[in-house]
């Protein structure tokens, strides 16, 4: 659910992002009608500046689209009839929790739903085998009917008692032609592999952990080039039109200026979804929050 939201609130950021910069080309188609309609452009201008407008346009329904089915996503694992979801804070206003701390107990990892399973696993196949041993006993009347010692109690220790020999009844389990010691064996065995399924387990659990953590500290990374990026192609957009109304660049410059803008911003957008995406695999990856005994839960819608 909470992975889920963070999508939502990515997809809405990233048709933020499409709506202004449709803005910004129908301002620039609008500059270069204007200019043709003076006399001081050219057709072509304008046709690719209505391109490069429709382009864009085009990316709206797209981001809509998916919005509506995330939408309808949350619905469902809410138990909801498919409707729109209330959104609370955006994106890009979520408090990001400060960076993992250095030295996190291995303990934390206990609290995972996959490896308290393969820890019972392996308590159950433990008693199993103790059930197992507890079999090879004679199965005997200990005590008669009024209360006392019963007849096969008492021939127990008599080395002249058919309970021990080869020929006994059915009722003495330790000669029932190795049926008893198989199962013990097998059990043993099962026992041995929810051993090595437990540790598989917690393999598996540390290995999310180093992952996630190694993820988060990239992502960080990566936003910071990419808000490097938007702003530069910002300041390269302001620059191309300060030069074209000089007459110091062509058309073409401004709208790739553009063009260039608009994925760099959609990028950008992905990135903030990405880490807060990373924050949900963290959590799940520790069995809960990093502080023992605490819950750190995802922000309401």
Request: net charge negative; proline share 5%.
């Amino acid at each position: 659910v909470a992975g889920s939201y963070f999508d939502l609130l990515g997809l809405d950021l990233e048709l933020q992002v499409a709506h202004q910069n449709v803005e910004s080309f129908e301002e620039t188609l609008d500059y270069f009608t204007r200019r043709y309609e003076g006399g001081a452009g050219s057709r072509l201008q304008v046709t690719r500046a209505d391109a490069a407008l429709a382009q864009v346009t085009a990316s709206i329904p797209e981001i809509e689209t998916r919005i509506t089915a995330k939408e309808n996503e949350l619905s469902v694992l809410l138990g909801r009839p498919p409707a729109g979801i209330p959104r609370g804070s955006s994106l890009v206003e979520q408090t990001m929790p400060p960076q993992t701390p250095a030295g996190l107990p291995s303990a934390l990892l206990e609290r995972r739903p996959d490896v308290r399973a393969a820890e019972q696993r392996v308590v159950e196949a433990n008693a199993l085998v103790g059930v197992a041993v507890a079999s090879f006993l004679p199965r005997i009347g200990l005590t008669a009917f009024w209360g006392g010692a019963s007849t096969e109690l008492s021939q127990v220790a008599d080395p002249r008692s058919r309970i021990w020999s080869y020929g006994a009844s059915l009722t003495a389990p330790l000669f029932q032609g190795g049926r008893l010691l198989a199962e013990r064996r097998a059990q043993i065995a099962f026992w041995e592999e929810t051993v090595a399924d437990y540790q598989l387990t917690v393999l598996g659990a540390f290995a999310d952990v180093a992952t996630v953590l190694d993820l988060r500290q990239n992502l960080a990374e990566a936003r910071v080039e990419r808000r490097r990026e938007v702003d530069a192609l910002v300041e390269s957009v302001r620059l191309s039109l300060i030069r074209y109304e000089r007459g110091l660049a062509s058309y073409y410059e401004v709208l790739e200026a553009q063009q260039q803008l608009f994925p760099a911003q959609i990028g950008l957008a992905r990135v903030r979804t990405d880490e807060f995406l990373a924050l949900v695999a963290l959590y799940r990856a520790l069995g809960g929050g990093w502080q023992l005994g605490t819950t750190w839960m995802p922000p309401r819608p």
